[in-house]
């Protein structure tokens, strides 16, 4: 959730929705709401700050009776879809974690989620008792409504980006395969997504269970193959074996490699930051047959330190013809990024294919 997320929250907006709350709660104080909300410091707080003073307004001024207040928001919710109004779910992680609260809970966060998502306020709910929680997302991976059935999915990745982690899935995820279990051939592409990020989730942390998952799963079903496909991305990008070779990947041997004639040269030697490099490549497929392959080039980057990491960058994944002789450029940019500063040195350029580096070459970077 990018910063640029936290303008949605502007005063039109709140008073907006202070009027909304007006109309089914008329004791609601909307001036009041909207001037505490925009009050200390409002500019300077992130997306995840303005939601969270929000809910901690809202909170204020709804009855204080845990049930009453979310009475008023479940007559809000169908005109209160989308993204801004995640806050919803925040009020119930904010106000209903107590055990007393807890089943009064489940039902809203499974109310709130058709209308925006409870993927990111379930998630305290597991960490407080995760066995409960799952009987609820156990059971919501069979609703009818696939909003619902996403969160059950969504909610319980171990890694779920822009959340809290969870730990305990990254140990054990055997609970969250009892609930992808019934989602492994859903009809919705919005589920199935969400599936084949959790199973990417849980393959950094246990690749070999989701191998396991995978041999047990695939050649059934179409949407279960599209979603072990994508939820094994991971392990294909590290060139685990296995990985490759359940998804067709050819495989290549010193008596037999896959690759001959393998070359890879950059158009300069010598470069600055900041500069383009451009590279060519070339290969020949040592194979009668079509065979699957992902051809990619990685960089070893010079670190601050002078030691090196490699990053790998696609160039194709695909079926090519037996006796195929590919070839290609591509043109690398070593500008710094906010995710990546560059740094002088020599930098190795590889061609690799199936995860097997078939040529090298290099560029010194001053």
């Known amino acids: 959730m990018g910063e640029a997320f936290k303008d949605i929250y502007t005063e039109e907006f709140l008073r907006d ?29 992130a997306l995840r700050g303005r939601m969270l003073r ?114 305990v899935f990254k140990k054990n995820p055997t609970l969250v395969l009892q609930v992808l279990e019934n989602l492994k051939a859903d009809s919705s592409l919005y589920v199935r997504k969400s599936v084949a990020n959790n199973l990417n989730d849980i393959a950094k942390d246990n690749p070999d269970v ?33 990985a490759l070779a359940l998804f067709g990947y050819a495989d290549t041997t010193e008596t037999e490699p896959l690759v001959l004639n393998a070359m890879v040269k950059v158009s300069t030697e010598q470069l600055s930051v900041g500069d383009i490099c451009q590279f060519k490549y070339s290969l020949d497929i040592n194979r009668k047959n079509p065979v699957h392959i992902r051809l990619e080039y990685g960089i070893d980057f010079v670190k601050s330190k002078g030691k090196t990491s490699r990053k790998l960058f696609l160039l194709s994944d695909k079926t090519v013809p037996g006796n195929s002789h590919l070839e290609g450029s591509h043109n690398h940019s070593f500008a710094n990024l906010t995710t990546r500063k560059h740094y002088a040195g020599l930098h190795n350029i590889a061609l690799l294919i199936n995860g097997k580096e078939v040529a090298v070459t290099t560029l010194l970077l001053q």
């Not at 709910?125 to 969160?151: P, Q």
């Not at 094994?232 to 296995?242: G, H, Q, S």
Request: negative net charge; aromatic residues 14%; proline residues 5%.
């Open 54 to 167: 929000i809910v901690d307004v809202l909170g204020r001024l709804l009855p204080s009776d845990y049930e009453e207040a979310l009475e008023i928001l479940y007559r809000l919710a169908d005109d209160c879809e989308g993204f801004p109004y995640l806050f919803f779910p925040d009020f119930v992680t904010t106000f209903g974690l107590q055990e007393e609260y807890w089943d009064i809970s489940m039902r809203a966060l499974e109310c709130f989620t058709k209308h925006s998502s409870s993927e990111f306020a379930i998630r305290p709910f597991i960490l407080k008792d995760t066995e409960r929680s799952m009987k609820y997302l156990l059971k919501w991976s069979t609703s009818s409504n696939e909003h619902v059935r996403r969160l059950s999915s969504e909610g319980c990745r171990p890694r779920l980006p822009w959340s809290i982690d969870l730990p």
């Open 210 to 242: 989701v191998l396991a998952v995978a041999r047990k799963w695939i050649g059934k079903n179409p949407e279960t193959d599209w979603i072990l496909r994508h939820g094994c991305r991971t392990l294909i990008r590290k060139a685990v074996p296995e």
């Open 17 to 45: 929705f202070s009027d909304k709350v007006s109309s089914v709660y008329g004791n609601f104080q909307g001036e009041e709401f909207t001037a505490t909300v925009l009050a200390d410091s409002w500019e300077d707080l």
